[in-house]
């Protein structure tokens, strides 16, 4: 598949050299990579100690969930791993997804251990705190982590596909109506919270006994 013209990240030109001794290449880049994951997972089991508003919570782990997307997907994977993936939109009005994986160049091995172990680990906790939530009938807190689920588990099939060489169309017309519906449902949620007269405080995520 033809990349667009005005394709202005320069992919695989970044600076390649393996730090000596084993020392990370992007030291920030990867602190960043882990620092998003784990602050939205602390929060998530955490934030039931330090407040009992279910909207307040819910804001700042998507935010912090948003945050960790973004950065994972425009940042870390093509510098600690040389892997992009992407979206542009053709004259036709079509949605095309491409998956880039960087040729030529070295990798640092420590970083990409760290990426990847960071990229698979994170929505199994997120696979774990759904299972809990949902037999514990918390409804709310699962659909936080439906939207925790889809935001990591996205990046992690983005990078396996750039992986794998894959760079097919992403048949991706169900996963984007299942993102939009999250998201709907949880915008509707906070909306009927902010506006109820009561305060609920007994929705406190069950997390921390079954972690």
């Not at 970044?14 to 939205?40: M, R």
């Not at 929060?43 to 950065?71: H, P, Q, R």
Request: overall charge neutral; charged content about 15%.
């Amino acid at each position: 598949m033809a990349l667009v013209a005005d394709d202005t990240l320069a992919f695989g030109e970044e600076d390649s050299q393996i730090g000596q001794n084993g020392i990370l290449t992007h030291p920030y880049v990867t602190l960043f990579h882990v620092a998003f994951k784990v602050a939205a997972i602390v929060s998530y089991m955490l934030c039931g100690w330090f407040s009992n508003s279910f909207i307040t919570s819910f804001v700042v782990i998507v935010i912090l969930l948003s945050m960790d997307f973004w950065t994972v997907k425009n940042i870390t994977g093509r510098l600690m791993v040389g892997l992009r993936w992407w979206n542009y939109v053709d004259d036709e009005g079509k949605s095309h997804w491409v998956y880039e994986s960087k040729q030529g160049g070295k990798i640092n091995e420590r970083e990409s251990r760290i990426f990847w172990t960071a990229l698979i680990i994170s929505p199994l906790l997120w696979s774990l705190f759904f299972l809990v939530s949902l037999f514990s009938f918390n409804i709310k807190w699962t659909l936080l982590v439906l939207i925790a689920l889809t935001l990591n588990g996205a990046n992690l099939h983005g990078y396996l596909r750039c992986r794998m060489g894959n760079n097919q169309g992403f048949g991706s017309m169900t996963s984007d109506f299942f993102r939009k519906q999250v998201m709907q449902n949880a915008i509707n949620i906070v909306t009927r919270q902010a506006t109820s007269p009561t305060t609920n405080t007994g929705n406190q995520p069950n997390t921390t006994q079954g972690v």
